[in-house]
């Protein structure tokens, strides 16, 4: 991986699809649907930040709207009788821009079994653990160590960047990096997770990038000296 161009937008289209799914007539229209999903997922990220909130889905039609949830807690999403739903759909109710929200508004659950091996929920934990003013190398090295443990046996590349925004003017021991698993040199088609998050903590801004590549690319391009290139 380079780090010329964001990972997730380089594979769209190969084995990546969309986040967001709607055409739009005008450019007007395009750049109204643009800013309102984008407030959409700010609004949910902030929401729904004890629910591990791991992607958002959206997906528009002719007067109707559809939002995919993927989350490891459902259950704080749902509520007891649905009850934290129904007050999450009035409140979304008053962001979309679709006729009669109440009734094309659509919101669907879905639960993730393992998301230790998503990017941005690692993401999110280590800058929940840095509020709380935690020693960020063992912070890092805990969530490595969780990463290896959910992955088993696919043994994926893992790579963990903490480092404050000023690095350049702090010693070289500030900020940590840590890497496993078997890194490949070519992975276009491989299912590459990846999420870049800013967090304040003490007025020091800490970047933590997280990124997984599985053990073997699908389509090997040629061999040099005996080792795939």
């Known amino acids: 991986m380079g780090q010329k161009i964001n990972p997730i937008a380089y594979r769209l289209g190969v084995n990546i699809d969309w986040p967001s799914r709607w055409a739009a007539s005008k450019k007007k229209q395009y750049q109204e649907f643009l800013l309102e999903d984008a407030k959409i997922r700010r609004f949910l990220e902030k929401r729904l930040s004890l629910a591990g909130l791991i992607a958002v889905n959206i997906e528009r039609s002719f ?19 649905g009850k934290s739903l129904e007050a999450l759909k009035k409140e979304l109710c008053q962001i979309v821009s679709v006729e009669e929200p109440e009734k094309n508004l659509e919101i669907r659950i879905e639960e993730v079994e393992r998301p230790e091996l998503s990017a941005l929920f690692v993401a999110q934990k280590i800058a929940d653990q840095l509020k709380r003013r935690l020693p960020y190398r063992q912070v890092v ?69 997280c990124t997984k590549l599985p053990p073997k690319p699908l389509l090997s391009v040629s061999k040099r000296g005996g080792k795939d290139a």
């Open 63 to 81: 007067n109707k709207m559809k939002l995919t949830l993927q989350t490891s807690r459902p259950g704080v999403v749902i509520g007891r009788g």
């Open 141 to 209: 090295q805990k969530e490595m160590e969780r990463v290896r443990e959910a992955e088993g046996l696919l043994r994926r590349y893992q790579e963990i960047d903490c480092l404050p925004q000023c690095h350049e003017l702090l010693p070289t021991t500030a900020g940590c990096k840590m890497q496993g698993g078997k890194c490949l040199l070519f992975a276009l088609r491989d299912d590459v997770n990846s999420f870049l998050r800013e967090e304040v903590v003490d007025m020091t801004g800490m970047f933590m990038n």
